[in-house]
């Protein structure tokens, strides 16, 4: 019985089409789509910290008001992907604790602290451009919740970019001050911008699998590559430098040869010594704990709708 379950499972995956909750599906595609799937969800959750850290100190209402909207779509990120781990059987309570615990991963790209209104906008270019490239792929991923899900954050995510490239924009036609800004903030963010595509592929341990199974689409490096290629030119238009003296066009690949990334900082990140990791972690427990009274809360409603149903 199982070798014909996992047949179908097979020739569904094999002909593009999408395993859906109550399909059957192997073990090890479920954790696995659990696991990628939570930190995904826990990344968008923690990753609204670094730009609400700005709201208040916006300079203008309508910096304010954009930026408070990107914040909040964030917010409902994780909570559609949330809900896809939830049709494979997890439990957000259970995700929520692992986080705080520290026994679930978030992506390494948030430990790093905002340190000037301009990594706001080189956030939304290149942290949000990194995750559009990464994404739209993810928008034909074998598991349909997951997919579908993805179609509509990675049409959130491309306003996500736009305004943070308009930001950049502004700044970049302002003051030399400004100007300054931009360039210290793209310094900081453009290598652990390329760490966010994960290991290189020789040490990646999921993909081979995750490719067979087609919930990765893409390797690590083959996206890491089109996003430097995607960037360069942004780049130049904007009038910046990438911090990189390897940054060169090879016209024999027909890509950009670059430098080589420091894995040392990323596995460091990864493993919870980011120069921000402590502080986002005890932030997320704090959120929670106070949302305690609001779960109760709506849980006591619940229970009184359903006795009430009963009568
Ligand atoms: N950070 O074998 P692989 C966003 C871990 S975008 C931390 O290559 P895999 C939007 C990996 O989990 C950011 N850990 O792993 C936004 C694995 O550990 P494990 C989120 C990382 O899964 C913008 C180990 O290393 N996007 O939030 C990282 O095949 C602005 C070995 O790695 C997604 O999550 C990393 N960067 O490939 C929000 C996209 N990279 O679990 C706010 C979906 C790797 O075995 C503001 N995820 N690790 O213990 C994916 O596409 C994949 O999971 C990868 C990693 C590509 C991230």
């Not at 930190?39 to 304010?64: C, D, F, Y």
């Not at 008001?65 to 992907?81: P, T």
């Not at 026994?103 to 790093?112: A, D, E, G, L």
């Not at 087609?214 to 360069?232: A, C, G, S, W, Y």
Request: charged share 25%; with cysteine.
């Amino acid at each position: 019985m199982d070798a014909e379950l996992e047949r179908e499972f097979d020739r569904v995956v094999g002909a593009e089409q999408r395993i859906e909750p109550r399909d059957w599906m192997p073990d090890g595609y479920r954790k696995t789509l659990i696991r990628q799937i939570a930190q995904h969800a826990h990344s968008e959750i923690i990753g609204m910290q670094p730009e609400a850290n700005w709201i208040s100190r916006a300079p203008s209402l309508r910096r304010k008001a954009i930026l408070l909207a990107k914040v909040q779509d964030e917010a409902g990120h994780g909570l559609y992907l949330y809900a896809a781990t939830e049709t494979l059987g997890a439990d957000r309570e259970d995700l929520t604790r692992k986080l705080v615990e520290g026994r679930q991963k978030y992506s390494s790209i948030f430990n790093y602290p905002t340190l000037n209104f301009a990594d706001v906008g080189v956030i939304g270019w290149l942290v949000d451009g990194a995750a559009i490239v990464n994404q739209v792929p993810l928008c034909r991923t074998s598991y349909g919740p997951y997919a579908r899900a993805m179609i509509r954050i990675c049409k959130e995510e491309s306003f996500h970019q736009r305004q943070g490239y308009e930001l950049l924009m502004t700044m970049m036609r302002g003051t030399e001050a400004q100007r300054r800004m931009v360039q210290d903030a793209v310094d900081r963010w453009w290598w652990p911008s390329l760490m966010m595509f994960g290991p290189p592929d020789a040490e990646s341990s999921n993909t081979a699998q995750s490719m067979a199974w087609r919930i990765k689409r893409h390797t690590n490096d083959e996206l890491r590559q089109k996003f430097v290629d995607m960037t360069v030119p942004q780049a130049d238009a904007l009038g910046v430098t990438l911090p990189d003296p390897e940054l060169r066009w090879n016209a024999d690949r027909g890509h950009h040869d670059f430098g080589e990334i420091d894995w040392t900082e990323f596995w460091q990140v990864v493993g919870g010594n980011g120069p921000c990791s402590r502080q986002r972690i005890e932030h997320r427990r704090a959120a929670h704990d106070d949302g305690a009274w609001v779960r109760e809360a709506a849980a006591a409603y619940a229970h009184r709708q359903t006795d009430r149903e009963a009568i």
